[in-house]
């Protein structure tokens, strides 16, 4: 069993940036691919980035890439997700799932999820 809290949300400005971290306890962390989702209101969640459990890859939903970037530290246990030159768009609640030795960007791939933290951006 594999738990996930997220933190690092807030209210900013379009433009500005924020640092989401997600701590895990329980289980192998390093054997987890992990992944940031979000979830606007009304709206389906949608991927946003992952990272591989070994070697580091990452991957980047469209919209977010160039601006977000997905980091891990096995020792630490934590995935963080930096985003900057942040849209009103980008405004959702923002979960951290870890997938066991995998890396997808299919939220039904995910064996665990944290209970979200909320990302306000205004115009």
């Known amino acids: 069993q594999v738990q996930l809290v997220e933190s690092g949300g807030g209210l900013v400005q379009a433009g500005a940036s924020l640092r989401l971290s997600c701590a895990a306890s329980?289980?192998?962390?390093?054997?987890?691919?992990m992944g940031w989702f979000r979830q606007a209101p009304g709206k389906e969640r949608e991927f946003v980035a992952a990272?591989?459990?070994?070697?580091?890859?990452?991957y980047y939903a469209d919209s977010v890439k160039g601006r977000f970037a997905i980091s891990r530290d096995n020792v630490k246990k934590t995935v963080g997700l930096q985003m900057n030159s942040l849209k009103p768009e980008d405004t959702a609640v923002y979960y951290c799932a870890a997938h066991y030795l995998g890396t997808s960007s299919w939220a039904r791939d995910y064996d665990y999820w944290g209970q979200g933290t909320q990302v306000t951006v205004s115009s």
């Open positions: 990272i591989s459990t070994s070697d580091g890859r990452t």
């Open positions: 329980g289980g192998t962390f390093s054997m987890y691919g």
